[in-house]
């Protein structure tokens, strides 16, 4: 049975007011403290490694705090849920991570142990389940700055203040932005139909949520072992992506750290296109060419890694390089290609014919039609 009133009805628009006016002097203070929060986690996780999608850190506006104030008690309606707002309330300061994947959510954990004081931690997914309410899950902490930081005269006047802080995945936070317009927020008041419905789209995003990680690790997993496999010189087995193609290259011609990843990825997918399918393919394309040779014969200079490499590819296929060249519709790039393959002959090097297993694929991308990356060297 819900208690019975207390007496005197209490006067909620004045316990609002007043919160509201005490936390307007302080509202500067909060945005400041979620800020320090954000840089102090946001450093700590790329030191870490740990690749986010997004750190947010806001403080709590004075209107949804002077709602909050203003709550009636569950014990006692007639009573406010907080009576001391300043004190009780704590998520004037808030941050929130959102996480790519599962494990990152358990990298997070570790550094926000590290750097904070961690007051308190609750799993969402527990107190829906507890509460029997519709929800997605995600992890809150409370936490405060260690004594180590506010020794420090730049963090001295956070000390004692406490901030929420929330880390949940992609996902996680997709349902919790959604689940500010379900209406539904009890499974006992859904109907049937619905409630169905809802459970089935939380048991997608949890699978969701799996398979990303799931792939996350097994891409990982293919990552090492095709960088192992080259470092072994066991190519043929090798895919050709642009992980491989940079772990391939810098074993060969020595690394270059002014390349892209986006150049990577624009000469792995020509590679493919020109029908290579492996590196053991590569390798006897480009086999007996000096790279530094052939660069001093065009160029005078040593070039980037990239161009050394397409240099010999060049030395390699001959005439095949140009046709199949994401640039092979440009008459500079055929007219270029083909002095450079004089040059190189008048120079002594043997140009040769060499064909790829797989027919070449002509399908261009918005990339092959005079996009190139730039070039490093």
């Not at 689940?179 to 009890?186: F, R, T, V």
């Amino acid at each position: 049975m819900p208690p019975e009133p207390s007496g005197a009805t209490f006067d909620f628009e004045a316990h609002r007011s007043k919160a509201v006016e005490e936390y307007r002097g302080l509202h500067s203070l909060y945005t400041e403290f979620a800020e320090a929060i954000h840089q102090i986690l946001e450093s700590a996780l790329t030191g870490r490694g740990i690749k986010v999608a997004s750190i947010e850190a806001r403080a709590k506006d004075l209107k949804s705090f002077g709602r909050k104030a203003a709550e009636p008690s569950p014990i006692d309606p007639n009573q406010p849920k907080y009576k001391n707002p300043l004190a009780e309330i704590t998520d004037m300061a808030g941050v929130r991570a959102i996480a790519l994947f599962l494990k990152t959510v358990d990298q997070i954990d570790l550094a926000v142990n590290d750097e904070f004081e961690v007051r308190e931690k609750s799993d969402k997914r527990d107190i829906l389940e507890q509460e029997d309410r519709l929800g997605y899950q995600s992890i809150h902490y409370l936490v405060t700055l260690k004594q180590n930081r506010t020794d420090l005269t730049e963090y001295r006047r956070f000390r004692g203040l406490i901030a929420e802080l929330q880390v949940r995945t992609i996902l996680q936070h997709a349902w919790a932005e959604i689940e500010h317009d379900i209406q539904y927020k009890s499974v006992e008041t859904i109907p049937s139909s619905i409630r169905r419905r809802f459970i089935s789209l939380a048991g997608l995003f949890e699978i969701a949520d799996r398979e990303f990680q799931t792939i996350q690790d097994e891409d990982e997993r293919l990552r090492q072992s095709a960088r192992l496999s080259v470092q072994e010189g066991r190519l043929e087995g090798v895919e050709i992506t642009a992980d491989a193609l940079k772990a391939y290259l810098d074993r060969k011609l020595g690394s270059d750290g002014r390349t892209t990843t986006f150049s990577y990825e624009w000469t792995a997918r020509m590679l493919r296109r020109m029908g290579f399918t492996n590196f053991h393919e590569i390798d006897e394309c480009i086999r007996g060419h000096d790279d530094d040779r052939l660069s001093k014969i065009l160029w005078g200079t040593r070039q980037g890694q990239l161009t050394r490499f397409e240099i010999m590819l060049l030395a390699g296929m001959g005439e095949g390089f140009i046709r199949g060249h994401n640039f092979s519709q440009f008459d500079w790039f055929v007219e270029r290609s083909r002095a450079h393959m004089s040059k190189l002959g008048d120079s002594g090097v043997k140009i040769g014919s060499y064909q790829p297993s797989q027919t070449p694929s002509r399908s261009l991308t918005d990339d092959s039609q005079g996009q190139r990356p730039q070039d490093e060297g």
